[in-house]
């Protein structure tokens, strides 16, 4: 496809590596020719890098294969996992989620990017709903403003939370932010 073709988001081949068009920019240089100024991600290494596109230049579109899968258990850094559509169990190592294994529940639903058959980009739901283990107690009287105390979830993720919450409580965390939404009331 031609760069004036490409998409935010659009997942791109460039000197042979898998990379994502985070943004980009018609600019019109002085004597030259306008190009596209492109924001790129390397999907594998996580690196970001600019390139300069010209209008016309062909750059290779990959496909990437997307899925359903339900998170069913981890044992050390592997995890795994069930495609909701052929109930097939693919296994997945620390380095495709990154940070975000923090995040992982039984039963959770995730979607899988694969391209030729390996997953390489694993996405959560926005926000998650875990169970505190452990925080320190409503100190009474303390009616301070934007007072927070750290809490540990039940997947050992620590985050920033009111007073108000207690041990056993529910809480709905964005995935994106590592932070506090709200909790969650008892039905």
Do not use: W
Request: charged share 25%; hydrophobic share 35%.
């Amino acid at each position: 496809m031609k760069a004036s073709e490409m998409k935010k988001g659009q997942t791109i081949k460039v000197d042979g590596k898998l990379c994502v068009i985070i943004d980009y920019q018609h600019v019109k240089l002085g004597k030259g020719g306008a190009v596209y100024q492109t924001k790129i991600k390397n999907i594998t290494e996580g690196t970001t890098q600019t390139v300069r596109l010209r209008s016309d230049e062909i750059i290779q579109e990959a496909y990437l294969d997307k899925g359903t899968y339900e998170y069913l258990y981890s044992s050390g850094n592997e995890h795994v996992l069930m495609d909701t559509a052929t109930y097939e169990q693919i296994s997945l190592y620390d380095d495709t989620f990154g940070d975000s294994v923090k995040y992982l529940k039984p039963n959770a639903q995730l979607q899988v990017s694969m391209y030729e058959g390996k997953a390489v980009i694993v996405d959560l739901p926005n926000t998650v709903d875990l169970k505190v283990t452990d925080t320190t107690p409503e100190i009474k009287g303390a009616t301070a403003t934007n007072q927070y105390k750290p809490a540990t979830l039940e997947t050992g993720l620590v985050v920033q939370v009111p007073p108000f919450i207690k041990i056993d409580d529910v809480i709905t965390v964005d995935t994106r932010t590592d932070q506090y939404v709200t909790r969650v009331k008892n039905a």
